[in-house]
């Protein structure tokens, strides 16, 4: 999606305001200009259509205005009724037939280099971004995407082997598919496009597929986290008291007088979280906030992996996302934490909770009777 350009609107009003009923658009490559406006088929039909032109952007702007007005002209003299609409001046015969494109190729021939960029813009724009976006970008779009930046022209064929080159029902494949969806949509693929690039990443369930983890048990974590210096302690201490993730101990935990931990807009939004055990509050003093000398001015992803660094630094035999692992598989062990409450503290929906962690009380349970058999 080619960034808004104030000329091109003020050009765009000032032909409504005329009446003429065409638009001036710039084409996803970003180099030409077209046309938009709902005009006659052979048929006796109307459709809305675009129309490509050889017209430069932005220097042929006059020239794309100059040609809108003579559309419009020819358009408002169909509709009264007074000339045949020129189908030989405007379309050729493919466009004749009511599609100014085929389906699944991009307008103009937009190389790989140019995609990946027109999807970047589309992508920011879509909806507010916080400080992570470009290790979002950089991670789930660019990377995956990356084989396109070699290629000439951009169109579905390209983009759905680029997918299928996955296996099927991977984590790759998954990603693969988001990103070229978001492609088909920057650049203007069409509906049909973007669906058969999403039922090809289908298949893979996060929470399901996820590989299990032996986790480590409570003297583990005690032995480890007690011999931590003071501010990695209240960092590991907090993850391991509230289930935290790593990057919102460190940038946005707070413990409460009433033991509550307060995560102020966290991965999923604000919430409040349960300290299981709460004799772990007092043991590492977590109402006291001690934060290791560590820049935190920047994207969680990088901030929160401070702390598996420092955990492999001081030898510990867990990574970091496993005291969270840990603070569930607990809760689900506790008859008085419900399910739901235990998703609410970690910060996530009841459907996680219940596919991600409950293996883990499946196997512990079925390895325990077994010991009892």
Known sequence: MPPRDPYLTRVNRALKELGCGVAIEVAPSGKRLRLRSTMPLPDGTWKQQRISTPITYPAGLEQARKLAEELGRDIELHRMGLDPFPFERWFDDSQKSGGVRKGGEAE??????????????????????????????????????????????????????????????????????????????????GPEAVQKLKDLGKGYTPQKDAAPRELPTDAVILEVIDALPADWQWVAGVCATYGTRPHEALMKAQVQPNGLVAIEGGKTGARQGLPLPKAWIDRWSLELRRLPGINLDRDHRTVGAQLGVALRRFGAPFQAYDLRHAWAVRAIHNPQISPSLAAKSLGHSLMVHTTLYQRWFDSASMASLVAQM
Do not use: C
Not at 178 to 184: E, G, L, N, P, Q
């Open 108 to 189: 103009d021939g937009i190389s790989g280099v140019q995609a990946i960029r027109r999807t970047e813009q589309w992508w920011i724009q879509q909806r507010r971004r916080g400080v992570s976006a470009s290790v979002s970008w950089a991670t789930d779009y660019a990377s995956p995407l990356k084989p396109l930046l070699s290629l000439e022209k951009i169109d579905l064929k390209v983009l759905t082997a680029l997918v299928e080159s996955k296996e099927v029902g991977s984590r790759n494949r998954r990603r693969a598919s988001i990103a070229t969806v978001a492609v088909a949509r920057a650049i203007e693929l």
